[in-house]
């Protein structure tokens, strides 16, 4: 598989748990971003990785969220207390040095 | 500051007309990438095309065909003779280098759907 792949593709959750989502790089891809996407929006920057650094979180990235990168491979995001307003599409992207993004399929949550 | 802008928010065609969408955008690098991508139903996110900032030739590819002006720093798409299965929303994206890295600005989306 050449591709970004995300694991799940849908969650269902109740308010108050936790949710971990999976992101497999294409795998010489050293950068890996996170993005939330809305309904009715373009994906925003979450955060972001070198190699297993993470070098950038956005203010949109509440105490609630974490990410991980071990070892500059898959990369994780979970979510704590999840609340209605985590629901949302949440895409994962990698790339090599140059400007570019190969976008997973996504991971859409639904906090019921 | 919204820094792409994606004046059309739904645009409604029918099969075989041509269709531009509109992406305006703003910067203060001299060095940035422009991107197209289309989100089908399915919410993967396709690229279509990257544009450095040194590069303003028109570029054509099959029915899709990109016009970016930096003096007007718009960089719209067109697509020829439309068909039902280029329905979709259609972002365009400014990646300027930065601490994120290469991450990506999006607009909020053009929704394009063609009708047979």
């Known amino acids: 598989d050449t591709g970004v792949s995300q694991d799940p593709r849908h969650k269902i959750t109740k308010r108050g748990q936790n949710v971990t989502f999976r992101c497999d790089p294409i795998s010489e891809h050293n950068r890996l971003y996170w993005y939330r996407q809305t309904l009715g929006q373009g994906p925003e920057f979450l955060t972001y990785f070198q190699n297993e650094a993470q070098l950038e979180k956005s203010r949109l990235l509440s105490d609630r969220f974490s990410a991980e990168r071990p070892k500059g491979s898959f990369s994780t995001l979970e979510i704590q207390r999840t609340e209605q307003g985590d629901s949302a599409m949440y895409l994962c992207?990698?790339?090599?040095?140059?400007?570019?993004?190969?976008f997973g399929q996504g991971t859409r949550l639904t906090v019921v | 500051a919204q820094k792409v802008t994606q004046a059309q928010t739904e645009i409604s065609v029918v099969e075989k007309e041509d269709v531009t969408l509109d992406c305006v955008y703003e910067t203060r690098d001299t060095t940035y990438y422009l991107f197209w991508y289309k989100q089908p139903p399915s919410g993967e996110l396709v690229f279509l095309i990257r544009?450095?900032?040194?590069?303003?030739q028109n570029e054509i590819s099959g029915r899709y065909s990109w016009n970016f002006q930096k003096s007007t720093s718009s960089f719209n798409f067109t697509i020829t003779a439309s068909q039902v299965v280029d329905s979709a929303v259609y972002f365009c994206?400014?990646?300027?280098?930065?601490?994120?890295?290469?991450?990506?600005?999006f607009g909020k989306g053009t929704s394009l759907l063609v009708t047979p």
């Open positions: 994206a400014l990646s300027e280098y930065s601490n994120s890295g290469y991450a990506l600005n």
């Open positions: 544009r450095n900032s040194f590069d303003e």
């Open positions: 992207a990698s790339s090599l040095e140059i400007p570019e993004a190969f």
